[in-house]
Nanobody, 118 residues
Framework: QVHLVESGGGLVQAGGSLRLSCRASGSFFSINNMGWYRQAPGKKRELVAGVSRGGDTNYADSVKGRFTISRDNAKNTVDLQMNSLKPEDTAVYYC????????????WGQGTQVTVSS
């Protein structure tokens, strides 16, 4: 059984910063891509940032220059540093990982709320 456990959400004023962390635990061979998604009320879940096992990153246009994704392959963790937060960043943020055991499966964290006040 694989679990993704997130931490770091909360309430912050516009212009502030938050750091989200996610750790994968359980039985598996390796982790391919990892990423952070978000879903605001009434909207579809969207990719915020992704990072490959080799460290290649990609970002949504709306967060480029403000958010930074990083991962530690030895610790099975992925972090999202969010700076210059805006009210429109308010959403539930979900960690995602492509995990290889006997096959390659997609796993999600439970979600963590990020609220940015104006």
């Amino acid at each position: 059984q694989v679990h993704l456990v997130e931490s770091g959400g909360g309430l912050v004023q516009a212009g502030g910063s938050l750091r989200l962390s996610c750790r994968a635990s359980g039985s598996f061979f390796s982790i391919n891509n990892m990423g952070w998604y978000r879903q605001a009320p009434g909207k579809k879940r969207e990719l915020v940032a992704g990072v490959s096992r080799g460290g290649d990153t990609n970002y949504a246009d709306s967060v480029k220059g403000r958010f930074t994704i990083s991962r530690d392959n030895a610790k099975n963790t992925v972090d999202l540093q969010m700076n210059s937060l805006k009210p429109e960043d308010t959403a539930v943020y979900y960690c995602n990982a492509e995990i290889r055991y006997w096959g390659l499966d997609n796993y999600w964290g439970q979600g963590t709320q990020v609220t940015v006040s104006s």
